[in-house]
């Protein structure tokens, strides 16, 4: 088994921005419904880093051979009728990891941070078809609905969406 590193970061020095800026471009070229679409240029990247971390925003990431090998972040809920819940967002994994784990284990350090933080249902959508549906429903994810048309493609073809949710 890898030796996997999962960590919360509280601040992003230089040579971490490099390394997720790096994951972001990576991924997103790679096909991720992240939010971007390719071309992403690295200043794009570096400026959507410096801007996420933020008291409602929790940012896990997981080293494996010494190298930020994949991130999730755990949004919580600020508003007075919904600080019982947090939204899962952008898992990824850079290509040269993947199948050693890292979503895996990246998604229960976020569930068990969301426990901590007193949140007991977690939402999060993906892509219709992605292989995250997968890891989503093996982690006891249930599907809510489809929402189609929701994201556009690098090709311009409109995808639809997959949400889910959890108590935990």
């Not at 993947?98 to 569930?111: S, V």
Request: charged content about 20%; some cysteine; overall charge negative.
């Amino acid at each position: 088994m890898p030796n996997i590193f999962i960590e919360q970061l509280h601040a992003i020095n230089e040579s971490t921005l490099k390394e997720l800026s790096e994951l972001l471009i990576t991924v997103v070229e790679d096909g991720a419904s992240i939010g971007f679409l390719p071309p992403l240029t690295e200043q794009e990247a570096k400026q959507y880093w410096k801007t996420v971390l933020a008291a409602d925003v929790l940012l896990f990431v997981a080293r494996m051979n010494g190298r930020i090998a994949g991130t999730v972040q755990l949004h919580l809920c600020m508003k007075p009728n919904g600080t019982h819940r947090a939204e899962i967002a952008k898992l990824m994994t850079h290509p040269d990891f993947r199948r050693n784990g890292i979503g895996r284990q990246l998604m229960q350090a976020a569930e068990e941070r969301a426990k901590q933080e007193a949140r007991s249902l977690l939402v999060l959508d993906t892509r219709e078809g992605d292989p995250s549906n997968l890891l989503y429903a093996s982690l006891g994810y249930i599907q809510a609905g489809r929402i189609p048309g929701f994201a556009q493609s690098a090709n311009g073809e409109l995808e639809a969406t997959i949400l889910y949710y959890k108590m935990v």
